[in-house]
């Protein structure tokens, strides 16, 4: 199955959400650090905190677009690293992070 040509929906609402658990609940699983900066993650913290996990795309959303829902394109990362990695892409991610709270 392709999403080519498809539209494919824009990171964020309940997916992202839900996008952002998987990656979390891996994340501890694995005790996985931070897929931009290397550290450790305290997966306890909520997403709102700078050093909270949020979702990284490993390749970029604007780049490759088919690849914003696929979840082994997910990575576990920062918030303050996310947001100053993806240049361009970050103000979506970081709206995404306090949905979980709403
Ligand atoms: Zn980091």
């Given at each position: 199955m392709t999403t080519e040509g498809m539209s494919i929906p824009k990171w964020g609402?309940?997916?992202a959400v839900e996008a952002l658990?998987?990656?979390k609940a891996e994340g501890r699983r694995h005790r996985s650090p931070c897929c931009?900066?290397?550290q450790r993650i305290n997966y306890d913290l909520p997403s709102t905190?700078?050093?909270g996990c949020t979702v990284q795309h490993?390749?970029?959303r604007k780049l490759f677009p088919a690849l914003t829902w696929d979840p082994?394109?997910?990575a576990p990362a920062h918030k303050s690293c996310n947001e100053s990695e993806g240049s361009g892409e970050s103000g979506e991610?970081?709206?995404?992070?306090?949905f979980g709270l709403s």
């Amino acid at each position: 199955m392709t999403t080519e040509g498809m539209s494919i929906p824009k990171w964020g609402g309940r997916r992202a959400v839900e996008a952002l658990n998987r990656v979390k609940a891996e994340g501890r699983r694995h005790r996985s650090p931070c897929c931009i900066c290397g550290q450790r993650i305290n997966y306890d913290l909520p997403s709102t905190d700078a050093n909270g996990c949020t979702v990284q795309h490993k390749k970029s959303r604007k780049l490759f677009p088919a690849l914003t829902w696929d979840p082994s394109n997910w990575a576990p990362a920062h918030k303050s690293c996310n947001e100053s990695e993806g240049s361009g892409e970050s103000g979506e991610d970081a709206g995404v992070s306090s949905f979980g709270l709403s």
